[in-house]
């Protein structure tokens, strides 16, 4: 079984930057991929970031290409979500994911991360 926990969220000024950060632990952790979702109040889950795991190769909704980094430390089984010139409408919570083919849907969920952008 694979556990996924979040860290890093909090409140920030518009214009500003956080870093969040998903630990994997489990018997044998070797996904294929982890990504980034956000859900903001009143809205759907949306994609923010992936990044395959064994490569490195990463992939960004539109909204976020430019401003989010993603990246991951093997080592540790960590996945980072770099956020950079934050606006208030990135205000979600933030979810980290795995999955462990890329013909499966994503079946590892954290708990997620608030984030919130003041203006």
């Known amino acids: 079984q694979v556990q996924l926990v979040e860290s890093g969220g909090g409140l920030v000024q518009a214009g500003g930057s956080l870093r969040i950060s998903c630990a994997a632990s489990g018997r044998t952790f070797a996904p294929y991929a982890m990504g980034w979702f956000r859900q903001a109040p009143g809205k759907e889950r949306e994609f923010v970031a992936r990044i395959r795991w064994s490569t490195g190769t990463t992939y960004y909704a539109e909204s976020t290409k430019g401003r989010f980094t993603v990246s991951r430390d093997n080592a540790k089984n960590t996945v980072y979500l770099q956020l950079d010139n934050l606006k208030p409408e990135d205000t979600a919570i933030y979810y980290c994911?795995?999955?462990?083919?890329?013909?499966?849907?994503?079946?590892?969920w954290g708990q997620g991360t608030q984030v919130t952008v003041s203006s």
């Open positions: 994911a795995a999955k462990s083919s890329s013909l499966l849907d994503w079946h590892y």
